[in-house]
């Protein structure tokens, strides 16, 4: 299921142009996010850091095609999906340096980041399930990236949402590495998203440098999910950088990819060409779209710096009702080493 933006117009897709607009301005936003958020990890201002540099197009056209009460289940990774649906730069940015995921008041049906592999998907089936049992008409999208499909959390979620018949779109993002393993050798498969078959729903696979592409995918997907078919999307995206800022791609990754070049080009440059020659952008508009990204990152990072400095107490207040002793001599070491180092 690829799409390739030269070869087709606005007319030609569901999309208006305010929609096409809206969609590259995140883009831009997720691209600087990006950037500010490496720059910021690098001068010790938060902890690592995982970017997602070529992958704005992939995450921002699916997010674009969730309903407002659809539910999200992130990763790691997908912090431009996160910043479509609204989540406060300045939340994404305390996360990274040791606070509560969600500090302001954000409401938008988003589950916590999963930093472990995989663990998110039984979640979402389970949110899937939950809709069911209640009579619910939202849908669930799940993401997670091509090394989790080795994880025994991707079987067990596909194979309870195909027999339960949940509303969950189980979008991969493929970038082609899970860390410093090309996707050919964790996985027989000639595709990932033929994988699906094996559950008993469908698979397609999608341009991920394609936001509208994508876009389109994902909405077919969530329709069928809510009428009880689950879909495995994968979308064939390119990561860029790192696997995160502690990671040097260098020792395994040569710069000249066995890969398409609409798949290793960059999506916001493609995408904005495209706009251009459709007469749905122009300069003042693509320089007023960095021009407020760049203020909205000003302000988030002026937010997160105003946050009090985070607890260490909280890593064990919050685990049981009642601290066990053990747990507790821990803390008071923490405590300790703490002390000693102000």
């Known amino acids: 299921m690829h799409r390739v933006i030269g070869e087709r117009d606005l007319s030609?897709?569901?999309?208006d142009p305010e929609t096409a607009r809206t969609m590259y301005r995140d883009m831009v936003r997720a691209r600087?996010?990006?950037?500010?958020?490496?720059?910021?990890?690098?001068?010790?201002?938060?902890?690592?850091?995982?970017?997602?540099?070529?992958?704005?197009?992939?995450?921002?056209g699916a997010a674009h095609a969730l309903e407002e009460d659809d539910w999200l289940f992130p990763t790691y990774r997908s912090n431009a999906m996160q910043i479509a649906r609204d989540v406060p730069m300045s939340d994404i940015l305390l996360f990274r340096r040791g606070r509560a995921e969600?500090?302001?008041?954000?409401?938008?049906?988003?589950?916590p980041q999963a930093v472990p592999i995989a663990t998110q998907i039984p979640h979402a089936v389970g949110a899937g399930m939950a809709a069911n049992y209640r009579g619910a008409d939202?849908?669930?999208?799940?993401?997670?990236?091509?090394?989790?499909?080795?994880?025994?959390?991707?079987?067990?979620?596909?194979?309870?949402?195909?027999v339960f018949e949940t509303p969950t779109v189980f979008f991969c993002e493929n970038n082609n590495w899970a860390i410093s393993l090309p996707r050919q050798q964790q996985t027989a498969s000639d595709t990932i998203a033929e994988k699906a078959k094996a559950y008993g729903f469908g698979g397609v696979q999608v341009d991920g440098m394609d936001p509208l592409a994508v876009h389109e995918a994902v909405e077919q997907g969530l329709e069928r999910a809510r009428d009880g078919d689950p879909v495995l999307i994968e979308s064939l995206t390119y990561r860029?950088?790192?696997?995160t800022t502690s990671d040097d791609p260098s020792r395994y990754r040569e710069d000249e990819e066995d890969l398409p070049e609409w798949r290793?080009?960059?999506?916001?440059e493609r995408f904005e060409e495209y706009l251009r020659e459709q007469g749905v952008v122009d300069d003042a508009f693509v320089e007023t779209a960095r021009e407020e990204a760049n203020a909205e990152l000003d302000e988030a990072v002026e937010t997160a710096e105003a946050v009090?400095?985070?607890?260490?107490?909280?890593?064990?207040d919050y685990v049981y009702a009642d601290i066990p002793a053990e747990l507790e001599a821990q803390k008071q070491a923490v405590r300790s080493h703490a002390e000693r180092s102000e």
């Open 240 to 243: 860029v950088g790192a696997h």
């Open 138 to 162: 939202h849908g669930v999208l799940c993401y997670f990236g091509d090394g989790a499909t080795s994880e025994g959390d991707f079987h067990e979620g596909l194979n309870f949402a195909g």
């Open 308 to 316: 009090a400095e985070a607890n260490p107490d909280d890593v064990f």
């Open 264 to 268: 290793t080009r960059d999506p916001i």
């Open 102 to 111: 969600y500090h302001s008041d954000h409401d938008m049906p988003v589950f």
């Open 32 to 60: 600087r996010f990006d950037e500010r958020a490496i720059s910021l990890q690098r001068r010790g201002w938060m902890s690592g850091y995982p970017p997602f540099e070529g992958q704005e197009a992939s995450q921002i």
């Open 12 to 15: 030609s897709t569901s999309f």
